[in-house]
T-cell receptor
């Protein structure tokens, strides 16, 4: 069965620190990859997506992610986090068909 | 510009009661789905639909029923609620004929089963 693994469940950073959240998936074929963000008390919003082409994709609010096919990974990065980035981040994969599978999420807390 | 609308936002049920979570979208999306969100488990797909009259099971379908009579609406029914169904439920929609996996989410419905 397809699965998505997020390496860290909780991350605490100080403002201006750099962020990298890991995501690996288990599927050998063509995938569409996503990162969603859920701010406290809100619904999920799309942060960025990868379908094909340049494996380095840029999203909203200064986030970017890199698709490394050989490692089945799609890690999320941001050079300098802000207090307002405090949220839960979900990696998701569509590996054929009509199912988008989500990871367990990473809760990020940014200290002001 | 409503997007995906879910009702109710909060609900408390007793074990064995039934209820329906409503979901409507105004983006003319053919694809609609229901997820449940539980701490440490992310979002798990319950049921999905690729168009009116077409539904299919996701990862955790037991205890839930769905139907899709119109493009806009995709209600989720709990026929006999159990405490294990205490969760936050999200409805999501997406393009159907060219489904990429990208989803547009509602604001969620928090259900507590006592």
């Amino acid at each position: 069965a397809q699965s998505v693994s997020q390496h860290n469940h909780h991350v605490i950073l100080s403002e201006a620190a750099s962020l990298e959240l890991g995501c690996n998936y288990s599927y050998g074929g063509t995938v569409n990859l996503f990162w969603y963000v859920q701010y406290p008390g809100q619904h999920l919003q799309l942060l960025l997506k990868y379908f094909s082409g340049d494996p380095l994709v840029k999203g909203i609010k200064g986030f970017e992610a890199e698709f490394i096919k050989s490692k089945f990974s799609f890690n999320l990065r941001k050079p300098s986090v802000q207090w307002s980035d405090t949220a839960e981040y979900f990696c998701a994969v569509r590996a054929g068909g009509f199912k988008t599978i989500f990871g367990a999420g990473t809760r990020l807390f940014v200290k002001a | 510009n409503a997007g995906v609308t879910q009702t109710p936002k909060f609900q408390v049920l007793k074990t064995g009661q039934s209820m329906t979570l409503q979901c409507a979208q105004d983006m003319n999306h053919e694809y609609m789905s229901w997820y449940r969100q539980d701490p440490g488990m992310g979002l798990r797909l319950i049921h999905y639909s690729v168009g009116a009259g077409i539904t299919d099971q996701g990862e955790v379908p037991n205890g839930y029923n769905v139907s899709r009579s119109t493009t806009e609406d995709f209600p989720l029914r709990l026929l006999s609620a159990a405490p294990s169904q205490t969760s936050v439920y999200f409805c999501a929609s997406g393009q159907g004929t060219t489904f990429t996996g990208e989803l547009f989410f509602g604001e969620g419905s928090r259900l507590t089963v006592l």
